[in-house]
């Protein structure tokens, strides 16, 4: 079971996601980004030892929690316009970004306040607490005020970067807390707080990570290399969003990774062929794609190697869907050549019947037991026995997928039963896209992954 | 027991004497031609006010509880049969009916009046009422002459009440907006349900019966365990019913496209040797419109493509055989299911299709008599052969007792007697008629029909549509019987 541990613990695909920003921050033209790091840093180490002074966010937390969350849209995030952004632009997103966020942590604080005493009281859980009140007092200072000019929107920047770090390691932390808190509190329980808390997060990072990524391709502060992703040097991106995602890419070199791991550790490589429409390209955001299809890749990948069935490539089959006779195409000014001439600001809301893609991974690695089945989508440690105590699964380490995925070596006849599928779910279901896993026991599995787009962007 | 005599649930045409196919459904196409008249002139639903029937009967047997019967008892009444337990078995048919039959007619009081005085309604719930009037008048069985007059009132009412199911999807589908969707669907679930549990009793009793009179049974005989199932379960060989079913598919795709349109290959592979016993029409029933809607798919997603290969891909068939289940996987490539039919997917609510459908449906009343013998309009606009129809003749229905290993001993000498009671029993099953229609004609309820069936026996079916691309089913059967736990589910379902 060590190699299957190895296997499931690489951790490069939650990195790109959960903390694009610590690798490359430092080249960052923000004016203090080293100050904030480490201020983050302090203030977190600080949090950690000591009962958090209750502040002004405890007033401000059931004012701001009683308003309701704004149900994100890919289209709100491409309202903005196509890069670069002009001031005018970036200040409108910015603005946006702010009315959204405080509202959102908020909620976060209340849906953790309302957790028992005894398991807020756990060192991990009461972290993750610290961190969003931290959070929620950085921004604060920027309620009632309209962000009106670069140097605001600078600073507020700054403010969003520092949040997105402070919340990288979030999973792994509440992960161990809940285990270590299994006895007080029922996985039920476990289960409806963290599907909650990491949907809304997957929310609240794209809005922050967005507003950064079309800081850096607006025209004021036009800066390739300081940007987490690479939408100044390609077109294709608004922010974090590729409008010509092409999912067959992300699967091969998905797969070519996972086939690697594979390698090492069974010292046999699976193959996959991709049919149906190889060429498709949609709008997305290429991180979660990324995720999803790695957890689903492993998953399909050792089950095919467990089985014997290496003979038996994974199929994985791409359908865009045909565009629908109700929708109509979104329409984008295309980038101007002189910067900032974006004609409006706002351009007209998507279509949220947009087509999508649905992407089939079918292998022949055995299926799923029917009694595995009904567990695949809960989080992995609440399904721990009293057995499992002396057993804690595996080493803790910052890596939330070694973390998350040894938990479900124990037996289990796939891979990554940890958080693995529950989370790419929340992606997958995060824009009206979805999961669904279908097994042939004794034969293999089909997984069909859902994604809306938003429809073309022209 | 002869083993051939199983299939008369199932078995739409039959071998006759001569060796030729022959139809069963012409006797049944002359009694039904009122109804056909009638749904000539009447296409549109006028309302129909209730007839006055006094409450109180009716209260007395909704006092009365259903008496599960489970899989094990089927079982056991046919493994050891007596004359005793033949009467007793009458009893509680004579029994059960009229009390099951009660509830549904209590379900459809309570229906809004607007709904229930829909003309498809009100025929449903005049048939009900009558069976229940007929069944509840039947005195104690005491002698094998009552009892052989009990089972000549239920092949009446299983005859009767063959048009009971499209009756009902058109009902429902008139209804559209006279009560909320998923209301209607629930009452359409529990009435199918407890019809399904009504006709295995009633069948089971007949065929208790039939085995009872057949010269070679000898009362209180053991029969043997290997061979014996049941007299409603049949041992269903999973690859051989889909080749069966698939060759009746294309033969009856082969008839409706005519002879220069490419069929799509049918694909069978996984654990080829999964059998299990199941009521073989249901079965038949299910995997039929499955590989129908895969069929016209492909079909008419290869004639529409540009630069179309000669042959349309294949649809492609998995079996995967567990310790409890078998799973039966149909994966096509014919373009998927557009989003805007998914939310009537399963419902047997069809929204804006609702009237194409109900046009379609007009033809169905004759189809659940004579399905065989249905004729397709030349100037029909979905029949894309302007060519005069011909029978519609479920192919290789002649190998059936071969293909499913049918063929005993004794069945060589018996058949020919047996012949004609197996006619009679084949127009019991109202479910070949419907699988055996045209693939471009649709009624909209294959998916939310055959999901009922499915549960019925704790099986379940589910679809995965990746639009613009295909489809893959997965109907998944419970092993009954091999399990006793399973029995208890069975029972509680039979309540219904």
Same mark, same amino acid.
């Given at each position: 079971?060590?190699?299957?541990?190895?296997?499931?613990?690489?951790?490069?695909?939650?990195?790109?996601?959960?903390?694009?920003?610590?690798?490359?921050?430092?080249?960052?033209?923000?004016?203090?980004?080293?100050?904030?790091?480490?201020?983050?840093?302090?203030?977190?180490?600080?949090?950690?030892?000591?009962?958090?002074?209750?502040?002004?966010?405890?007033?401000?937390?059931?004012?701001?929690?009683?308003?309701?969350?704004?149900?994100?849209?890919?289209?709100?995030?491409?309202?903005?316009?196509?890069?670069?952004?002009?001031?005018?632009?970036?200040?409108?997103?910015?603005?946006?970004t702010?009315?959204?966020?405080?509202?959102?942590?908020?909620?976060?604080?209340?849906?953790?306040?309302?957790?028992?005493?005894?398991?807020?009281?756990?060192?991990?859980?009461?972290?993750?607490?610290?961190?969003?009140?931290?959070?929620?007092?950085?921004?604060?200072?920027?309620?009632?005020?309209?962000?009106?000019n670069?140097?605001?929107?600078?600073?507020?920047?700054?403010?969003?970067?520092?949040?997105?770090?402070?919340?990288?390691?979030?999973?792994?932390?509440?992960?161990?807390g809940?285990?270590?808190?299994?006895?007080?509190?029922?996985?039920?329980?476990?289960?409806?707080?963290?599907?909650?808390?990491?949907?809304?997060?997957?929310?609240?990072?794209?809005?922050?990570?967005?507003?950064?990524?079309?800081?850096?391709?607006?025209?004021?502060?036009?800066?390739?290399?300081?940007?987490?992703?690479?939408?100044?040097?390609n077109?294709?991106?608004?922010?974090?969003?590729?409008?010509?995602?092409?999912?067959?890419?992300?699967?091969?070199?998905?797969?070519?990774?996972?086939?690697?791991?594979?390698?090492?550790?069974?010292?046999?490589?699976?193959?996959?062929?991709?049919?149906?429409?190889?060429?498709?390209?949609?709008?997305?955001?290429?991180?979660?794609?990324?995720?999803?299809?790695?957890?689903?890749?492993?998953?399909?990948?050792?089950?095919?190697?467990?089985?014997g069935?290496?003979?038996?490539?994974?199929?994985?089959?791409?359908?865009?869907?045909?565009?629908?006779?109700?929708?109509?195409?979104?329409?984008?000014?295309?980038?101007?050549?002189?910067?900032?001439?974006?004609?409006?600001?706002?351009?007209?809301?998507?279509?949220?019947?947009?087509?999508?893609?649905?992407?089939?991974?079918?292998?022949?690695?055995?299926?799923?037991?029917?009694?595995?089945?009904?567990?695949?989508?809960?989080?992995?440690?609440?399904?721990?026995?009293?057995?499992?105590?002396?057993?804690?699964?595996?080493?803790?380490?910052?890596?939330?997928?070694?973390?998350?995925?040894?938990?479900?070596?124990?037996?289990?006849?796939?891979?990554?039963?940890?958080?693995?599928?529950?989370?790419?779910?929340?992606?997958?279901?995060?824009?009206?896209?979805?999961?669904?896993?279908?097994?042939?026991?004794?034969?293999?599995?089909?997984?069909?992954?859902?994604?809306?787009?938003v429809?073309?962007?022209? | 027991m002869?083993?051939?005599?199983?299939?008369?649930?199932?078995?739409?045409?039959?071998?006759?004497?001569?060796?030729?196919?022959?139809?069963?459904?012409?006797?049944?196409?002359?009694?039904?031609?009122?109804n056909?008249?009638?749904?000539?002139?009447?296409?549109?639903?006028?309302?129909?006010?209730?007839?006055?029937?006094?409450v109180?009967?009716?209260?007395?047997?909704v006092?009365?509880?259903?008496?599960?019967?489970?899989?094990?008892?089927l079982?056991?009444?046919?493994?050891?049969?007596?004359?005793?337990?033949?009467?007793?078995?009458?009893?509680?048919?004579?029994?059960?009916?009229?009390?099951?039959?009660?509830?549904?007619?209590?379900?459809?009081?309570?229906?809004?009046?607007?709904?229930?005085?829909?003309?498809?309604?009100?025929?449903?719930?005049?048939?009900?009422?009558?069976?229940f009037?007929?069944?509840?008048?039947?005195?104690?069985?005491k002698?094998?002459?009552?009892?052989?007059?009990?089972?000549?009132?239920?092949?009446?009412?299983?005859?009767?009440?063959?048009?009971?199911i499209?009756?009902?999807?058109? %009902?429902? *589908? =008139?209804? $559209?907006?006279?009560?909320?969707?998923?209301? #209607?669907?629930?009452?359409?679930?529990?009435? /199918? &349900?407890?019809?399904?549990?009504?006709?295995?009793?009633?069948?089971?009793?007949?065929?208790?019966?039939?085995?009872?009179?057949?010269?070679?049974?000898?009362?209180?005989?053991?029969?043997?365990?290997?061979?014996?199932?049941?007299?409603?379960?049949?041992?269903?060989?999973?690859?051989?019913?889909?080749?069966?079913?698939?060759?009746?598919?294309?033969?009856?795709?082969?008839?409706?496209?005519?002879p220069?349109?490419?069929?799509?290959?049918?694909?069978?592979? %996984?654990? *080829? =040797?999964? $059998?299990?016993?199941?009521?073989?029409?249901? #079965?038949?029933?299910?995997?039929?419109?499955? /590989? &129908?809607?895969?069929?016209?798919?492909?079909?008419?997603?290869h004639?529409?493509?540009?630069?179309?290969?000669?042959?349309?891909?294949?649809?492609?068939?998995?079996?995967?055989?567990?310790?409890?289940?078998?799973?039966?996987?149909?994966?096509?490539?014919?373009?998927?299911?557009?989003?805007?039919?998914?939310?009537?997917?399963?419902?047997?609510?069809?929204?804006?299709?609702?009237?194409?459908?109900?046009a379609?449906?007009?033809q169905?009343?004759?189809?659940?008599?004579?399905?065989?013998?249905?004729?397709?309009d030349n100037?029909?606009?979905?029949?894309?052969?302007?060519?005069?129809?011909?029978?519609?003749?479920?192919?290789h229905?002649?190998?059936?007792?071969?293909?499913?290993?049918?063929?005993?001993?004794?069945?060589?000498?018996?058949?020919?007697?047996?012949?004609?009671?197996?006619?009679?029993?084949?127009?019991?099953s109202?479910?070949?008629?419907?699988?055996?229609?045209?693939?471009?004609?649709?009624?909209?309820?294959?998916?939310?029909?055959?999901?009922?069936?499915?549960?019925?026996?704790?099986?379940?079916?589910?679809?995965?549509?990746?639009?613009?691309?295909?489809?893959?089913a997965?109907?998944?059967?419970?092993?009954?019987?091999?399990?006793?736990?399973?029995?208890?589910?069975?029972?509680?379902?039979?309540?219904?």
């Open positions: 079971m060590s190699s299957t541990v190895r296997l499931i613990r690489f951790p490069t695909a939650l990195r790109a996601i959960a903390g694009p920003y610590s690798a490359r921050r430092a080249s960052s033209t923000l004016q203090n980004p080293k100050k904030d790091a480490s201020v983050a840093h302090h203030h977190r180490s600080q949090t950690h030892h000591h009962h958090v002074s209750y502040s002004e966010t405890d007033d401000a937390v059931p004012q701001l929690a009683s308003q309701p969350i704004h149900r994100l849209s890919l289209a709100d995030l491409v309202k903005h316009g196509r890069p670069p952004l002009s001031a005018e632009a970036l200040l409108s997103s910015a603005r946006f702010l009315s959204l966020l405080p509202i959102r942590l908020a909620h976060r604080i209340q849906a953790l306040r309302n957790l028992p005493y005894i398991v807020v009281s756990n060192p991990n859980i009461r972290r993750i607490y610290n961190n969003y009140q931290h959070s929620l007092s950085t921004l604060l200072p920027w309620q009632g005020r309209t962000i009106s670069l140097e605001d929107e600078i600073r507020f920047t700054e403010v969003l970067a520092e949040l997105v770090q402070t919340h990288t390691d979030t999973i792994p932390i509440l992960a161990k809940f285990l270590e808190c299994r006895k007080y509190i029922s996985p039920a329980e476990v289960t409806r707080f963290l599907d909650q808390h990491l949907r809304a997060r997957i929310g609240t990072r794209l809005v922050a990570e967005q507003h950064i990524a079309l800081h850096y391709s607006s025209s004021p502060h036009f800066d390739p290399s300081s940007s987490p992703t690479p939408c100044p040097e077109p294709g991106y608004i922010g974090v969003i590729d409008t010509a995602l092409r999912p067959a890419s992300t699967i091969d070199s998905c797969g070519s990774f996972v086939a690697d791991i594979c390698e090492l550790n069974y010292g046999v490589r699976p193959e996959w062929i991709i049919n149906g429409n190889p060429d498709t390209t949609f709008a997305f955001v290429p991180m979660h794609l990324e995720y999803i299809i790695t957890e689903l890749l492993k998953n399909a990948f050792r089950a095919t190697v467990e089985n069935m290496n003979k038996s490539p994974v199929e994985i089959t791409i359908a865009p869907e045909p565009p629908s006779s109700i929708s109509t195409p979104v329409t984008l000014s295309p980038p101007s050549i002189s910067l900032g001439a974006f004609n409006r600001d706002h351009i007209q809301p998507l279509d949220d019947n947009a087509p999508g893609v649905t992407i089939r991974i079918r292998d022949r690695g055995g299926g799923i037991s029917a009694d595995v089945l009904p567990h695949i989508w809960s989080y992995s440690f609440t399904t721990f026995s009293e057995n499992d105590d002396d057993n804690p699964p595996g080493a803790w380490s910052d890596d939330a997928l070694s973390v998350i995925s040894a938990a479900s070596s124990g037996g289990s006849s796939i891979a990554g039963l940890g958080y693995g599928l529950p989370l790419s779910r929340a992606y997958a279901e995060y824009f009206g896209g979805g999961i669904a896993v279908q097994s042939l026991h004794g034969w293999g599995t089909d997984v069909y992954l859902r994604l809306k787009g429809g073309r962007i022209e | 002869p083993r051939l005599m199983l299939q008369h649930v199932t078995a739409a045409v039959r071998l006759s004497r001569a060796g030729e196919l022959r139809t069963w459904g012409a006797a049944a196409a002359r009694a039904q031609l009122p056909r008249r009638q749904s000539h002139t009447s296409s549109q639903s006028h309302a129909h006010s209730p007839k006055w029937r006094p109180s009967v009716l209260d007395e047997w006092a009365k509880e259903a008496r599960p019967i489970s899989l094990r008892q079982m056991v009444f046919g493994r050891s049969l007596t004359e005793s337990r033949l009467i007793s078995s009458a009893n509680y048919v004579r029994t059960e009916l009229p009390t099951r039959i009660a509830h549904r007619i209590r379900d459809m009081q309570k229906l809004p009046y607007v709904v229930v005085t829909n003309k498809h309604f009100n025929e449903v719930y005049d048939l009900y009422y009558t069976a009037d007929t069944f509840r008048k039947v005195r104690e069985v002698t094998l002459e009552d009892n052989d007059r009990l089972c000549a009132t239920i092949r009446t009412m299983l005859n009767a009440h063959l048009t009971v499209p009756k009902l999807a058109m %009902g429902i *589908l =008139e209804c $559209n907006g006279l009560k909320d969707a998923a209301e #209607l669907d629930k009452f359409m679930n529990t009435i /199918l &349900r407890s019809r399904i549990s009504r006709r295995v009793i009633a069948e089971q009793h007949l065929a208790l019966t039939e085995t009872f009179h057949a010269p070679w049974f000898s009362p209180g005989a053991k029969l043997s365990e290997t061979d014996f199932i049941g007299e409603v379960f049949l041992k269903c060989v999973a690859k051989d019913v889909v080749s069966h079913c698939g060759d009746a598919v294309l033969s009856i795709a082969r008839h409706a496209y005519g220069d349109i490419p069929l799509p290959e049918i694909k069978i592979d %996984g654990h *080829l =040797e999964a $059998n299990f016993p199941y009521i073989l029409s249901h #079965l038949e029933y299910i995997i039929g419109e499955l /590989l &129908r809607n895969s069929v016209q798919a492909v079909v008419e997603k004639q529409k493509s540009k630069n179309k290969p000669p042959k349309p891909p294949p649809i492609e068939v998995t079996i995967c055989e567990s310790n409890q289940h078998v799973i039966i996987r149909i994966s096509d490539q014919g373009g998927g299911i557009p989003r805007e039919s998914m939310p009537y997917l399963w419902s047997f609510s069809k929204g804006p299709a609702s009237k194409e459908i109900l379609n449906l007009e169905v009343p004759k189809m659940a008599a004579t399905m065989q013998e249905l004729q397709i100037d029909d606009s979905n029949n894309k052969n302007n060519k005069p129809t011909k029978k519609m003749e479920p192919p229905s002649h190998h059936l007792h071969q293909k499913y290993g049918h063929q005993s001993a004794q069945s060589i000498s018996q058949e020919r007697q047996q012949e004609k009671e197996q006619d009679d029993r084949a127009k019991y109202s479910l070949a008629s419907l699988s055996s229609r045209p693939p471009n004609l649709r009624l909209g309820m294959g998916l939310p029909l055959s999901r009922v069936y499915a549960e019925y026996w704790a099986g379940t079916l589910a679809l995965h549509s990746l639009e613009g691309y295909g489809v893959d997965f109907l998944q059967i419970s092993k009954l019987g091999n399990k006793n736990e399973q029995l208890t589910t069975r029972a509680t379902m039979d309540a219904v």
